[in-house]
């Protein structure tokens, strides 16, 4: 079992900044990829980044540029520094996990709301 606790959510104007936290507790040696997704209001939770116990990262195409998704392995925590900010980017941001053993499981936080005003 593996517990997320995101943090760093807020209200930010259009071209600020927010960084968000997701530290992990529990079975986190078995992690192999963490991540963050998004769900704005009536519509599907979206991948924004993600990355990978060795390093290696994925960004949607919409926040390339602008969002860097970084591992601090010996806190087991993920960040996700979100620079230039748009009023687009208004959502829940979930902390993901992957552990692979016998099968696939995925993990999920409880959720941080970053709102974005023009």
């Known amino acids: 079992q593996v517990q997320l606790v995101e943090s760093g959510g807020g209200l930010v104007q259009a071209g600020g900044s927010l960084r968000l936290s997701c530290a992990a507790s529990g079975s986190t040696l078995s992690i192999n990829a963490m991540g963050w997704y998004r769900q704005a209001p009536g519509k599907q939770r979206e991948l924004v980044a993600s990355i990978t116990r060795g390093g290696t990262t994925n960004y949607a195409d919409s926040v390339k540029g602008r969002f860097t998704v970084s591992r601090d392995n010996a806190k087991n925590t993920v960040y996700l520094q979100m620079n230039s900010l748009k009023p687009e980017d208004t959502a829940v941001y979930y902390c993901?996990?992957?552990?692979?053993?016998?099968?696939?499981?995925?993990?999920w936080g409880q959720g941080t709301q970053v709102t974005v005003t023009s």
């Open positions: 993901n996990a992957l552990v692979l053993g016998s099968k696939l499981y995925t993990y």
